[in-house]
């Protein structure tokens, strides 16, 4: 069968595949469509495979929110390059990742990749990763999810462009403060809400550190204590949702700015793009030098 340049072009589409391995494929299948696709798939997944090692430390955040903004999820969805996290079809799979989570209630990402994707009939997350990888061709990977659900609050969440994302379970106040107090999360990157949800372990390191460094002032034990209690305030005002300045106002804290509106945090999700992951640093002019060499 004659390979037509209308058939190549139809199983691009169908596959985003380069023009050389459809037509490969067209040819391998005797210009049969849909086995053409199959084969095309069975390849596609071996390179995806082969492509998991590589570091995928860009990425997109995507959010979820229910009815009422009671329930929301925040999926963070990783590939290598800016490039590719700017694509559409890899920001829609996010998107479609984060529906799911919300939709279904994963309990971890293993979980989460055999459930059908949102949106669709009958298709796994993962297969449909796989088919993402195919396609692009970089290695693509969820990472993590949060599902929030509030008790008889409401859930606000606010993203900076596609890079940090936050969601905030408040009670009182109204949407806006809810969003305002998401923002400065995002912001100001606090680790916990109040002083009294400070891990202890850490709490005990930092006046282990203080305690050291006041006791090479010399000065006496009593003022050594008053000095450490000092600097544990402010390092709790630095550290806690509650005792940072707030973003859009300085002058008074997250805490007093929740106290004049009588409502309250009672937890919050702050996910960043590429947090604890190494970076592969690339020279793209010797990539491309690479490849005209090996061609």
Same mark, same amino acid.
């Given at each position: 069968m004659q390979i037509t340049?209308?058939? *190549?072009k139809e199983l691009r589409e169908r596959t985003g595949a380069g023009m050389m391995e459809c037509k490969r494929a067209l040819t391998e299948t005797d210009g049969d469509m849909d086995t053409a696709v199959e084969l095309m798939r069975k390849?596609?997944?071996?390179?995806?495979?082969? &492509?998991?090692?590589?570091?995928?430390?860009?990425g997109v955040i995507s959010v979820a929110m229910g009815e009422g903004a009671q329930t929301a999820a925040i999926v963070e969805v990783n590939c290598e390059t800016d490039f590719v996290a700017k694509?559409?079809?890899?920001?829609?799979?996010?998107?479609?990742?984060?529906?799911?989570?919300l939709e279904q209630s994963p309990s971890h990402v293993e979980a989460l990749n055999a459930?059908?994707?949102?949106?669709?009939?009958?298709?796994a997350v993962e297969q449909s990763r796989?088919?993402? *990888?195919? &396609?692009?061709?970089?290695?693509?990977? *969820?990472?993590?999810f949060e599902r929030m659900v509030s008790d008889g609050g409401q859930i606000g969440f606010y993203l900076h462009g596609t890079r940090i994302g936050v969601l905030v379970d408040s009670t009182g106040g109204d949407d806006s403060l809810a969003r305002d107090v998401a923002m400065? *999360?995002?912001a100001s990157r606090p680790i916990c809400v109040g002083a009294d949800d400070v891990p202890p372990a850490v709490l005990e390191k930092e006046k282990e550190i203080l305690s050291a460094q006041a006791a090479s002032s010399g000065k006496p034990a009593?003022?050594?204590?008053?000095?450490?209690?000092?600097?544990?305030?402010k390092y709790l005002g630095e550290i806690t949702l509650q005792g940072q300045p707030f973003v859009k106002d300085p002058d008074k804290t997250v805490g007093a700015l929740l106290d004049s509106a009588g409502a309250q945090v009672k937890g919050f999700v702050r996910f960043e793009v590429g947090e604890g992951l190494e970076k592969k640093q690339e020279n793209f002019a010797e990539e491309v030098m690479a490849q005209v060499k090996g061609a």
């Open positions: 340049a209308s058939l *190549v390849s596609g997944q071996a390179k995806a495979d082969k &492509k998991s090692g590589r570091i995928a430390a860009e694509d559409d079809s890899f920001r829609a799979f996010a998107a479609a990742v984060a529906e799911t989570v459930m059908n994707l949102a949106g669709t009939d009958d298709h796989l088919d993402l *990888v195919s &396609k692009i061709g970089e290695n693509i990977q *969820v990472r993590r400065h *999360v995002a009593n003022i050594i204590e008053k000095m450490v209690e000092g600097r544990i305030r």
